[in-house]
């Protein structure tokens, strides 16, 4: 089943008290599968809103979201969780990894809501974190670990359940530059060697260097949709970058 997004007319108005606070504004848009799309725009455009739509995480006020030509705006809340775990890995600025765990168990997290067994879903981390070049880590807790090292474990935890679809969130916001070309370099890769469709937020310029494709949102709108220039080419990308 292709996994191509259709986003149709919608709108998304949050309530804060007596006022309403309308973020999306009718944004239509298509995003295929294999697909990178970055998706820039000042802060406060509604990005993040955007993203979390798109990924099942958040509904919209009106207007249509398919994702593989299933609509997520009439699905049920249970409905929803299962297409988020089996069509999704999300990866966010912060990392959002459980402190207390180690870098493996951190990775395995969604095979324990899989109901995947111990052994396999330990067997499928130490895999994952083999791939992304972190396998001396795999005991250390994420305080352990340098900000590329923990947004490596995001990646990898993300990938855990192999979802079609990779969507990021400021990936890069609590990097250093170089670190955050690496990340961006792996989610290329992602792209181009296992056919994930990649969507990234972010409010870096460098991202047109990786993406096919850029949407500019502002004020809640799409203001610009476009193909990049290059469509960057496998052999640009470092060895070091992980080979799913
Ligand atoms: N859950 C929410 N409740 C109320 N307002 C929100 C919520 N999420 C986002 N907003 C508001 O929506 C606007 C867009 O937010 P966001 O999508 O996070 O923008 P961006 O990611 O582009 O910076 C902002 O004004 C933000 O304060
Ligand atoms: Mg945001």
Known sequence: ???????????????????????????????????????M???GSGKSTLLYLIGGLDRPTDGQIAVGGARLDTMSSD?????????VGFVFQSFHLVPTLTALENVA??????????????????ALLHKLKMSDRAE??????????????????ALFNDPPIIMCDEPTGALDTQTGRLVMRMLRAL????GKTV????????IENYADRMILLR??????????????ALDALEESVPNP
Do not use: W
């Not at 111990?118 to 130490?126: F, G, L």
């Not at 969507?199 to 460098?206: K, L, N």
């Not at 004020?219 to 960057?232: E, L």
């Open 1 to 39: 089943m292709t996994q191509g997004i259709e986003v149709r007319n919608v709108h998304k108005l949050f309530r804060i008290g007596d006022a309403q606070l309308h973020v999306l504004k009718s944004v239509s848009l298509t995003i295929g599968a294999g697909e990178f799309v970055g998706i």
């Open 41 to 43: 725009g000042p802060s």
């Open 79 to 87: 409905d929803l969780a299962y297409f988020r775990s089996q069509t």
């Open 109 to 126: 997290l969604p095979g324990i809501f899989a109901k995947v067994p111990h052994d396999a879903r330990m067997a499928h981390a130490t």
């Open 140 to 157: 250390h807790r994420p305080s352990q670990l340098s900000g590329g090292q923990q947004q490596r474990v995001a990646i990898a935890r």
């Open 191 to 194: 792209c181009t060697r296992a």
């Open 199 to 206: 969507v990234v937020v972010t409010h870096d310029p460098g």
């Open 219 to 232: 004020d809640g709108r799409v203001i610009d949709d476009y193909a990049t220039r290059q469509r960057p």
